[in-house]
């Protein structure tokens, strides 16, 4: 005789010595609805042993079947059959009928017995599905056609926390967030019960409120009839997913605001480099003076200015600014106050200019540096040129009808990487209709191909083609030839190009 347990029917009771042996299994449950007493033959039914079951509610055994998924609930003297799949103990569904026989304020009566044989090829394709569906990484969730709740696999309990026992018989607005209005819902109800499958993604939440992002579809399941008996939902969490997009998504926001920001910066700097730049020639009696500038759409780093000096001489600045954007205007608002400052005091002297200018470049510490010449034209007596350059295009000297032009070459490294950097002055007569050429190096580094740049020396071929044109001529011509030697292809650089002619 085995130990008996609280509130369980051992198998030393009546029911046992006269049903315990037959092909149906009888059971009796307690008030609570768990299983006092199970037949021997549940096992051949479903393969569960009667010991397992016994303290389980019968509930829990019940995959799906007519009229939900509760056991059927009989009333005084009444008796309830139903067809429904119980789970197997290889969590088969087993087709079986339950018919409820009697109920009283302490036992409800009633008996198991299989709906019909199922051949073993069958069991096998049966038990195949079942653990597809089982382990699939995919939530599967199975309702009535009124949309309860009869089959969760182990998935949808992994994911959201609920169990079959808690969801069996409710409707899957449970998981509901509220973030997906009721016409998204009747849309979703209008597609599945017209016997079209529906796709799309829930905003739902689990058990512990937790949100979460599923795509599902949902196809409705027909009878022979063709009609609808049940609805298939196959979901995949995709709250990952979501969660990429929306980091996505707000780091394109957070670029697009930035590339608007960058964008107005930019035309910010490139208002201010037009206000740093000569808008037209100085006038001179001693000289002509004309210039060509060419910017790129980008914010360059070319610079040029004039500044008329004390004694009736011009001078000029060209420099070009290592890099481009913002940052290359910043640092040319900066040079043009260093060289009014400067000018004052080292005006007339361009060793002591480019000296000054190198001096302030470096105390500024902006972690640039800049290619510039800075050169004055001295009327007393003689027209003279004077000039100092650090890394930057030699000057040309152009005589006209007297001979062919020539690059007037001074050492002198970029201004900025050397505190102490020694820089030359060069000095060249310039006799009447004699022009100087000062250009940046948008002009020499035009190219028309791998390898091929115009460089100084076809620069100097340019300029001897101008011949006797007039000098806003000549820088036309030198640019139209510019452009043809690069074939058509787009500028790389700025292009400053200024011409001096005495009078």
Excluded at 39 to 44: P, Q, T, V, Y
Excluded at 332 to 340: A, G, N, P, Q, V
């Amino acid at each position: 005789m085995s130990r008996k347990r609280p509130g369980i029917i051992t198998p030393d009771e009546p029911w046992d010595l006269l049903l315990g042996d037959a092909e149906i299994a009888l059971y009796l449950l307690d008030p609570e609805g768990r299983i006092a007493w199970m037949g021997s033959a549940i096992k051949g039914i479903t393969g569960h042993r009667r010991d397992d079951l016994v303290g389980r509610h019968l509930d829990e055994l019940i995959f799906s079947g007519e009229g939900g998924g509760s056991a059927p609930q009989p009333g005084k003297g009444a008796t309830r059959r139903r067809h429904c799949m119980l789970i197997g103990a290889d969590s088969v569904p087993v087709a079986c009928i339950l018919v409820s026989l009697e109920a009283d304020d302490k036992w409800t009566a009633g008996v198991i017995l299989p709906a019909r044989p199922i051949d073993r090829e069958s069991r096998e394709k049966i038990s195949k599905f079942a653990m597809a569906v089982e382990q699939s990484p995919a939530t599967v969730v199975i309702t009535d056609r009124n949309g309860s709740i009869e089959y969760v696999n182990r998935k949808f309990t992994t994911l959201t926390g609920y169990t079959l026992n808690e969801v069996m018989g409710h409707n899957p607005r449970i998981l509901k967030s509220g973030r997906q209005g009721p016409e998204f819902y009747r849309d979703l109800w209008t597609t599945i019960a017209s016997g079209r499958e529906w796709r799309g993604e829930f905003h739902n939440l689990k058990k512990n409120r937790e949100s979460y992002w599923e795509s599902a579809s949902i196809s409705p399941i027909m009878n022979d009839s063709g009609e609808i008996t049940h609805y298939v939902a196959v979901k995949e969490d995709i709250t990952g997913k979501k969660a990429a997009e929306e980091a996505l998504r707000e780091s394109e926001e957070r670029l697009r605001e930035r590339n608007e920001e960058m964008e107005r910066e930019m035309q910010y700097a490139k208002a201010i480099i037009s206000r740093l730049l000569p808008e037209e020639a100085p006038v001179h009696e001693r000289l002509k003076v004309d210039f060509r500038f060419f910017p790129l759409e980008a914010i360059g780093g070319d610079y040029f200015s004039f500044n008329a000096l004390q004694d009736g001489g011009l001078g000029i600045c060209i420099g070009d600014v290592v890099g481009h954007g913002v940052s290359a205007a910043l640092f040319l608002t900066l040079l043009r106050s260093m060289i009014e400052r400067l000018s004052s005091s080292h005006g007339p002297s361009p060793a002591e200019m480019i000296r000054g200018l190198n001096r302030e470049i470096q105390e500024a510490d902006m972690g640039v540096f800049l290619t510039a010449l800075y050169g004055c034209f001295d009327f007393h007596g003689e027209a003279v040129f004077r000039f100092a350059k650090g890394g930057h295009p030699p000057p040309v000297y152009y005589p006209r009808g007297s001979g062919s032009p020539m690059a007037l070459w001074v050492g002198g490294m970029p201004l900025g990487l050397m505190k102490d950097a020694v820089f030359e002055e060069y000095r060249i007569p310039i006799r009447p209709g004699e022009r100087i050429f000062l250009y940046t190096d948008g002009i020499i580094e035009a190219r028309r191909g791998p390898g091929e740049m115009l460089d100084v020396e076809g620069l100097l071929a340019i300029v001897a083609s101008t011949g006797d044109m007039e000098l806003g001529e000549s820088l036309d011509m030198i640019v139209a030839e510019v452009g043809r030697y690069r074939g058509g292809s787009p500028r790389e650089d700025d292009m400053v190009l200024i011409g001096f002619e005495v009078r």
